[in-house]
């Protein structure tokens, strides 16, 4: 099994403020992701992350709102820019090498 | 796109009882269905999957069984503790594919000692 590892795990932000979230993995793996998953409601993917290449955003998320980067194998950033309240949410990284999909322990993001 | 149902939302149970959370799914190509459990504050944590060439799966007071026919799965808790209480989530992708996982709605599962 793959160790995901997040920073920060915590944080207070100021409205129109920028947060970048990264993501660790202790081994290389194929596929990684990012999730949203906001107070008391299920997981909600934003993006794939793609090694050496741009992410791949699903319906309702943007790269401008939500840039990603996959420098290599291993890591993983997700920028959430121009928060609002709306943004506070805990925020997943996730990893697979096959079909077998572990998670960290999410960053908790409430903006204010 | 795949969708998938989850239900219930929310689930109480006595202690000793079982428990039974039921998931449907929408694309016929899915064949890996993961159940994932998330305690208050933690990650989710993955305790036992299943692909569509395998009609039940147990581990030891959890089992999933499947109904490709009828594009339904089903997480089964037998002997609940306490300690079973959390939100339990499904989800389906295709085996092998570079898809993400699609995931239901959760059941908060409470067991009542």
């Known amino acids: 099994s793959a160790v995901i590892s997040q920073k920060p795990s915590r944080d207070i932000c100021q409205r129109g403020t920028s947060l970048t979230i990264q993501c660790q993995v202790d081994?290389?793996?194929?596929?990684m992701f990012w999730y949203r998953q906001q107070p008391g409601q299920s997981l909600t993917l934003i993006a794939t992350?793609?090694?050496?290449?741009?992410?791949?955003?699903e319906s309702g998320f943007v790269i401008d709102k939500f840039p990603i980067s996959r420098p290599n194998l291993t890591f993983s950033t997700l920028t959430v820019s121009n928060m609002s309240p709306e943004d506070s949410s805990i925020y997943l990284c996730?990893?697979?090498?096959?079909?077998?999909?572990?998670f960290g322990e999410g960053s908790w993001l409430t903006v204010v | 796109g795949e969708n998938v149902e989850q239900h219930p939302s929310t689930l109480s149970v006595q202690e000793g009882d079982s428990a039974v959370i039921k998931c449907t799914y929408s694309?016929?190509?899915?064949?890996?269905f993961p159940w994932y459990k998330q305690e208050l504050g933690k990650r989710p944590q993955l305790i036992i999957d299943?692909?569509?060439?395998?009609g039940e799966k147990k581990d030891q007071r959890i089992a999933v069984t499947l109904n490709k026919t009828a594009k339904h799965f089903s997480l089964h808790i037998t002997e609940t503790q306490p300690e079973d209480s959390a939100v339990y989530f499904c989800?389906?992708?295709?085996?092998?594919?570079?898809?993400?996982?699609?995931f239901g709605k959760g059941t908060k599962l409470s067991v009542k000692p």
């Open positions: 996730s990893a697979s090498s096959g079909n077998t999909i572990y």
């Open positions: 081994s290389q793996v194929t596929m």
């Open positions: 992350a793609n090694q050496g290449s741009e992410a791949t955003y």
């Open positions: 694309d016929s190509a899915s064949n890996y």
């Open positions: 299943i692909r569509s060439n395998v």
């Open positions: 989800a389906a992708k295709r085996w092998g594919s570079q898809g993400n996982l699609i």
